[in-house]
């Protein structure tokens, strides 16, 4: 029809581009249907279109698993996790507060896929999460020069939380010690914070090579944070498969 032509192409210079390029089948009027409210739908599939492409946007740009949600997680096979624990995640109300939250637990407990699905419930809320491993973190902080790190850090600064995966799983120096605390501390009351670490605080001490620093690092992260010890047998052993069968 000439008069949707005509709208694609205002719709174009207005930029209303999923309109423009029709993105989805254009809304056929409603019998009796004042001109208004079909305006109104049309701009409605535009907002629609636009939010599916955002949070694809943010997805990828996380680096978090998307098939790491709550719904896939079984809070019965770990102790430390309940399922009130949960609910209470999944509603955000933390987040409004600026609070952080660590899991501590070895290998297999669910630390990593729980710190995702925290990641992938905001960024259904419509805000921005970035996934990172700590070691690579500190690689980015350490490396001041770097433009590409820069970039990175400039992004995740921007996001409403920075999951910080596997801490404590190899040693790191004394100056990549005290970039990760300058980190925390730029974050505090900015970003929240969501680690997952196989270390007790207890033992921090050895992995940053400083005691003294250590407890200046965890005083600044549990200010205002949920510590979530988990303890159960490694998912992956429950569930390891084997190449011959019986």
């Known amino acids: 029809m000439k008069e949707i032509s005509s709208v694609k192409a205002i719709a174009k210079k207005l930029g209303l581009y999923n309109i423009a390029n029709g993105d989805y089948e254009f809304p056929k009027p409603i019998p009796k249907e004042k001109h208004i409210d079909y305006f109104v739908r049309i701009l409605q599939q535009e907002q629609m279109q636009r939010d599916v492409k955002a949070r694809a946007r943010r997805q990828s740009n996380s680096r978090l698993d998307n098939e790491m949600t709550f719904d896939s997680f079984e809070t019965r096979a ?17 987040l409004e507060k600026m609070f952080n939250v660590i899991f501590i637990g070895q290998a297999g407990t669910g630390k990593t896929h729980l710190a995702n699905a925290i990641g992938n419930q905001v960024i259904a809320s ?27 850090l400039k992004y995740i600064r921007e996001c409403s939380v920075i999951v910080v995966d596997e801490i404590g799983y190899l040693p790191i120096t004394r100056l990549q010690a005290l970039a ?60 390891h498969q084997n190449i011959f069968q019986r």
């Open 78 to 94: 770990i102790k430390g996790i309940m399922q009130w624990h949960v609910e209470e995640f999944e509603k955000l109300k933390w």
């Open 180 to 239: 990760f605390y300058g980190f925390v501390k730029e974050c505090e009351s900015k970003v929240s914070l969501v680690m997952t670490t196989n270390k007790e605080f207890r033992e921090w001490g050895d992995l940053v090579g400083d005691e003294m620093l250590a407890t200046a690092i965890i005083d600044r992260l549990t200010h205002k944070c949920q510590v979530i010890g988990l303890k159960g047998e490694s998912y992956r052993l429950r569930f």
């Open 126 to 152: 419509g805000k921005k999460v970035y996934c990172v491993n700590f070691n690579e973190l500190l690689i980015w902080l350490s490396e001041t020069d770097n433009k590409t790190y820069r970039s990175k």
